[in-house]
Nanobody, 123 residues
Framework: QVQLVESGGGLVQAGGSLRLSCVAS????????MGWFRQAPGKGREFVAH????????YYADSVKGRFTISRDNAKNTVYLQMNSLKPEDTAVYYC????????????????WGQGTQVTVSS
């Protein structure tokens, strides 16, 4: 069983950048599609990005396209989310998870969620 731990969140001004990390333990994640989601207060969990096993294919939500970059280092068992040009509406708890179903942008098709890392963007 894999355990995921997110880190790298924090408080940043609008226009700033953060790099989130998701470190896996217990099992290698190199064979799995991995995703990032976020959840703002009072809202449901929202798809942000996902990356295939060899990083050959990535998908982004329209709201972050051109600003966020997902990447992975399978040797380090880690997935990253580089977030640039942050906006107040990006404020949320960010989670990584492993795809177990077939729908890459549906939270219920993911499992092994981490505890999340808080990102707060001030205006």
């Amino acid at each position: 069983q894999v355990q995921l731990v997110e880190s790298g969140g924090g408080l940043v001004q609008a226009g700033g950048s953060l790099r989130l990390s998701c470190v896996a333990s217990g099992r290698t994640i190199g064979r799995y599609i991995m995703g990032w989601f976020r959840q703002a207060p009072g809202k449901g969990r929202e798809f942000v990005a996902h990356i295939t096993q060899n990083a050959g294919t990535v998908y982004y939500a329209d709201s972050v396209k051109g600003r966020f970059t997902i990447s992975r280092d399978n040797a380090k068992n880690t997935v990253y989310l580089q977030m640039n040009s942050l906006k107040p509406e990006d404020t949320a708890v960010y989670y990584c998870a492993r795809l177990i179903g077939s729908s890459y942008d549906t939270p219920s098709d993911y499992s092994y969620w981490g505890q999340g890392t808080q990102v707060t963007v001030s205006s």
